[in-house]
């Protein structure tokens, strides 16, 4: 049995990359293979230039107000990145499901896993575990993968800063 690539390592990738930016093209390919993500053709200029602009596009996903709008937003990007699945075995190591057919430019392939990863994770889990940090001086973005979906900073280290931040604002008034 081979594990679905569009589970929580493409989400985690788009926080990842969401919240630190890919520094060229090297850097975006290194943090690809780092979840397991076996691109068919190398990251080029153009590609990193369109994954920047779909994270922006996908940023509106995690900032949507609702589920109604979180769906609005994130099902353009699955109409314009994603096609009907498929079986494929094109690394090798196992059957298993594509959204997308092969040979793809690298951002292409890119943005349909993070698009049905999102779209598997929000289905799957419930559609607000995306959000951004509660925390008031941070713009970070989370993906909710806890057990009791309530997680509302981006890190522990944030949420502890804001309890603290709490703790003194009530003691001082």
Known sequence: MHINPYGRDPVGLAVDLVNRPPEDTGDLARRCAEVGFVLERAVGAADLARVRAFLR???????AADPPERAARLNPLLVEFASAPRLTDHTGDGWHLHYRPDD??????????????????LTGRGM????????????RVFADFSRNGRQRYCSPACGNRDAVRRHRARRRG
């Open 128 to 139: 607000d575990r995306l959000g951004r940090c509660a925390a008031p001086d941070c713009e």
């Open 104 to 121: 793809l430019p690298a951002h292409r392939q890119i943005a349909v896993l993070i698009a049905v990863g999102t779209a598997l994770h």
């Open 57 to 63: 596009e996908w940023t509106g996903v995690v900032d």
